[in-house]
Nanobody
Framework: QVQLVESGGGLVQAGGSLRLSCAASGIFFSLHTTGWYRQAPGKQRELVASITGDGGTNYADSVKGRFTISRDNAKKMVFLQMNSLKPEDAAVYYC?????????WGQGTQVTVSS
């Protein structure tokens, strides 16, 4: 079965860094566009960053210059390096993978940023 499993979330002080990881199974990962979304309480889920199979990236304006998305197709993993974290970055972060007309989601990992 298809699974996406996130890890790396936690509590960090403002200005600190975290690296999120997403491990995929059951899909032809190299063909998928993958990304990270986040959702804070009372807010809609939003795209944080995405990366195509050949390495093209897209970032939300709010994280550009602070976050970096990358992937390792051989290991079927996607990463999100988060630097200079702000309290407004606090949310549940979800891994997403999509190909053709299908999309897959992980269970989410909590990121908390203290001021």
């Amino acid at each position: 079965q298809v699974q996406l499993v996130e890890s790396g979330g936690g509590l960090v002080q403002a200005g600190g860094s975290l690296r999120l990881s997403c491990a995929a199974s059951g899909i032809f990962f190299s063909l998928h566009t993958t990304g990270w979304y986040r959702q804070a309480p009372g807010k809609q889920r939003e795209l944080v960053a995405s990366i195509t199979g050949d390495g093209g990236t897209n970032y939300a304006d709010s994280v550009k210059g602070r976050f970096t998305i990358s992937r390792d197709n051989a290991k079927k993993m996607v990463f999100l390096q988060m630097n200079s974290l702000k309290p407004e970055d606090a949310a549940v972060y979800y891994c997403n993978s999509q190909f053709a007309n299908r999309a897959y989601w992980g269970q989410g990992t909590q990121v908390t940023v203290s001021s």
